[in-house]
Each structure stands twice: as structure tokens, then as C-alpha cells.
């Protein structure tokens, strides 16, 4: 059973910068997706930022350019760099891997952009 855990929230201002973490228990060298959702209070949840083995990097309109996913095998980790950060950034981050026919969602993090 795979399990993810994140953490690198918190509480940042306007402009600010923040980097969650998303660690799995095993190898993520296996994971053939590798994705960060949001989901701010009242509305859906929605995709951030996704990042396959084989097909290109994608992120939502909202925070091309202000955002990126990476990913560091050596420590099962995936980390979501945010930066120039917006209120409407408010959200709980979730990470989200892709193992064969499987699924697997973290518990979430709680990102807040408030003065």
C-alpha cells in the first residue's frame, strides 16, 4: 500500500513564496503520474499541476508561470514550487501519484495567502 504525505504549508503573504513536499513510501520511480490539486472552500476540486514519464508538463491557466512540479527520485519526493502568490491561491493542496492501474491521493496541506 502506498502511502503520501504532505507537508510545506502554511501561512504566506501576497507575493510570497511556499514549496509542499508530497513523500511516498516507496520508490516513485514507479509512479507514472505524478500531480498536485487544490480545493478551495465551496468549490471543486481542481487540477494544478501534472507531470507524466512520458508526455509533457501541464498547469492550470491560474498559475502557469507562477508554479512548477518537480520531482526528486532519490527521495521519493515531488514538491509544487509556488511562488508570486495570489489570496485565490487559498486552498488545501493535495498530492496525487498514479502507480499501474491504482491511484493514490496525500492527505492534504493547508496553503493560505493572506496580509
Known amino acids: 500500500q502506498v502511502q503520501l504525505v504532505e507537508s510545506g504549508g502554511g501561512l504566506v503573504q501576497p507575493g510570497g513564496s511556499l514549496r509542499p513536499s508530497c513523500a511516498a513510501s516507496?520508490?516513485?520511480?514507479?509512479?507514472?503520474?505524478s500531480a498536485w490539486y487544490r480545493q478551495a472552500p465551496g468549490k471543486e476540486r481542481e487540477l494544478v499541476a501534472r507531470?507524466?514519464?512520458?508526455?509533457?508538463?501541464n498547469y492550470a491557466d491560474s498559475v502557469q508561470g507562477r508554479f512548477s512540479i518537480s520531482r526528486d527520485n532519490a527521495k521519493n519526493t515531488v514538491y509544487l514550487q509556488m511562488n508570486s502568490l495570489k489570496p485565490e491561491d487559498t486552498a488545501v493542496y493535495y498530492c496525487?501519484?498514479?502507480?499501474?492501474?491504482?491511484?493514490?491521493w496525500g492527505q492534504g496541506t493547508q496553503v493560505t495567502v493572506s496580509s
Open positions: 496525487y501519484q498514479v502507480r499501474g492501474l491504482r491511484d493514490y
Open positions: 516507496g520508490s516513485i520511480l514507479s509512479f507514472s503520474v
Open positions: 507531470m507524466s514519464r512520458s508526455g509533457p508538463t
